[in-house]
């Protein structure tokens, strides 16, 4: 297969969801920190539906570095993660960097994790060095990422940083992966035979608002740990057993108690607490078994997990053709 003398060593993929009052300092270190670097690059906006601006800002920047921009547009707003895998597919370089454009991870920083990735890892995660995060995140990541680490045995020390770089040979890897719900480094994770992790700045955010509320981080890990283990089904089913026999032997007590020492009303407050208390269990046993049958319900839909509207980017013949299913437009250089 031949290779095009423009095929970037480099590609850095960073989402873009409602980021319009970021993208103009984003802009002004991405591409100087990249151009230091003194290696072919690239760089994939995906643009998750943004209702702001966004759009228009991206185009702009297009037209003004259309070498090395690309704009990767979703016809609607499918999630941080799956823009990132739509990223992936369009990118060519054979070393991937993932980036926030929120700036709260320093653009300088993707020379260090390029420079680890030369040294032979084919999977660069980052810690934050001290994070810029409200109190009540850091404390509620931190947790979560410890007991994420003890269900699916992923090790990802900072797993709400977006800050990454995976090989080739990982990206292509996901790239035929078809789950409807995934956790991108997770998943690279899972894929990669020499990973390793590096400490990186971290600032705080240069402009608008986070996109990650308490609910969507508990969400986030909600997919994290049925997407990449079985162990809250085992474990619920253990318990299921364990209870199980302590009933039997609640009820053997109390048939033993009625015969022997006639009927009484004395402790009927705490066997309704007990009973509630199973109840409460129950429920949340079949609220984890729906969370896996939601997900087999999202995967046997055969949907696509995203859909390009377009694609800008300078016309290149040697450019491989767009996967099925998926709408893409290829434009040269032009001003409007």
């Known amino acids: 297969m031949s290779?095009?003398?423009?095929?970037?060593?480099?590609?850095?993929?960073?989402?873009?969801?409602?980021?319009q009052?970021?993208?103009?300092?984003?802009?002004?270190?991405?591409?100087?920190?990249?151009?230091?670097?003194?290696?072919?690059?690239?760089?994939?906006?995906?643009?998750?539906?943004?209702r702001d601006n966004s759009v228009s800002i991206l185009a702009e920047q297009f037209r003004k570095?259309?070498?090395?921009?690309?704009?990767?547009?979703?016809?609607?707003?499918?999630?941080?993660?799956?823009?990132?895998?739509a990223g992936f597919?369009?990118?060519?370089?054979?070393?991937?960097?993932?980036?926030?454009?929120?700036?709260?991870?320093?653009?300088?920083?993707?020379?260090?994790?390029?420079?680890?990735?030369r040294e032979g890892y084919d999977y660069v995660g980052s810690i934050r060095r001290k994070r810029q995060d409200?109190?009540?995140?850091?404390?509620?990541?931190?947790?979560?990422n410890r007991l994420r680490e003890r269900i699916t045995n992923i090790k990802i020390t900072d797993q709400?940083?977006?800050?990454?770089a995976y090989g080739r040979n990982i990206?292509?890897?996901?790239?035929?992966?078809?789950?409807?719900?995934?956790?991108?480094?997770?998943?690279?994770?899972?894929?990669?035979r020499n990973p390793t992790e590096i400490v990186v700045e971290h600032e705080e955010r240069a402009a608008g608002e986070s996109k990650y509320s308490l609910?969507?981080?508990?969400?986030?890990?909600?997919?994290?740990?049925?997407?990449?283990?079985?162990?809250p089904l085992q474990f619920y089913s253990m318990m299921g057993m364990l209870m199980s026999l302590i009933s039997g032997l609640l009820v053997a007590v109390l048939v033993v108690r009625r015969l022997f020492l006639g009927a009484e009303a004395e402790g009927v407050f705490t066997l309704f607490a007990i009973t509630f208390f199973f109840m409460g269990v129950i429920l949340f046993g079949i609220g984890l078994l729906g969370e896996y049958v939601g997900r087999i319900f999202q995967q046997v839909r055969a949907r696509p997990r995203y859909v390009v509207q377009t694609i800008l980017q300078q016309k290149d013949e040697s450019q491989p053709a767009p996967p099925p299913g998926v709408e893409k437009r290829t434009v040269g250089r032009h001003h409007d």
């Open 3 to 19: 290779v095009s003398p423009n095929q970037p060593e480099i590609s850095v993929v960073i989402p873009i969801y409602n980021e």
């Open 21 to 50: 009052a970021g993208l103009a300092a984003l802009f002004a270190r991405l591409y100087p920190a990249l151009d230091a670097l003194g290696a072919r690059y690239e760089i994939v906006f995906v643009n998750d539906g943004s």
């Open 65 to 85: 570095r259309p070498d090395v921009t690309r704009v990767v547009l979703f016809n609607g707003n499918y999630g941080q993660h799956m823009a990132i895998l």
């Open 89 to 117: 597919e369009a990118a060519r370089g054979d070393i991937m960097v993932t980036l926030d454009a929120d700036l709260q991870n320093p653009p300088e920083e993707i020379g260090n994790l390029v420079a680890k990735m």
């Open 134 to 144: 409200v109190a009540w995140r850091t404390y509620a990541s931190k947790a979560m």
């Open 160 to 164: 709400g940083n977006m800050l990454r």
């Open 171 to 192: 990206v292509d890897l996901m790239n035929q992966c078809a789950e409807v719900n995934t956790f991108v480094p997770a998943l690279a994770y899972r894929f990669a």
């Open 215 to 231: 609910y969507s981080l508990i969400r986030l890990n909600f997919d994290l740990v049925t997407g990449f283990s079985l162990v």
